[in-house]
Structure formats: C-alpha cells, structure tokens
C-alpha cells in the first residue's frame, strides 16, 4: 500500500504499528510494498546480517520471529512526518517464552 498523501502516510504507518502489536502478520506485511528489502540483524531468529526480499519472505520471517516470543511489540516513541517519508522512533519490546526445563523466560527491550 502506497500512499503520496502526507497524512495518508502518518496514517499508513501507525495502522502498520498498530497490525504489529496485534500479531497480524497478514495486514502487517500487506502495508509493505511486494519488492519490500530489509536487513535482517543479528539476534533474529533468522540469524545473520543478510539482505531479505519480497512480501513473501517478510510474511516467513514475521512467523518466526512470532514464534519465538511469548509476547513482542513495537512501541513508537516519536513518528515524524518528512514529507515523502516517515521516520520513526521505535522501542521494541519483547517476552521469551517459558521453555521447560531452561528456567526463566529472556526479555527484552
């Protein structure tokens, strides 16, 4: 979903927030472009610094990354409005989940 209006773009990006923290990855990914390209980081399930492509493979990795949490969300602390873009500010937040037999879960913020 693409939007040239700026108000149409603070908007798009908070629904994309907003769809994160409900744990839909569906509407999450179908705000991205289809060529979407990110960096994954170290740390990801996914693991490396390895470019990733396409609004497929963003869907895959949300539902591993999902998967490996209790609970995990994004809290925007600044969104800014720059004309053609949108820069935000984001803590992420997460709960591991309790494995048996490995003691307490991990956090992380």
Do not use: C
């Not at 960096?39 to 693991?47: A, D, F, H, K, T």
């Amino acid at each position: 979903m693409i939007s040239t209006n700026r108000s149409d773009n603070l908007d798009l990006v908070k629904s994309a927030f907003d769809a994160w923290n409900r744990g839909d990855i569906e509407t999450f990914a179908d705000h991205a472009a289809e060529d979407v390209a990110w960096l994954e980081v170290s740390g990801r399930p996914e693991g490396g610094t390895t470019e990733r492509r396409g609004r497929d493979r963003m869907r895959r990795s949300l539902e591993s990354l999902f998967e490996a949490w209790e609970s995990y969300r994004l809290e925007p602390e600044e969104i800014h409005d720059l004309g053609d873009r949108v820069l935000a500010v984001v803590r992420e937040v997460g709960r591991g989940l309790q494995i048996a037999g490995l003691g307490a879960p991990r956090n992380a913020t």
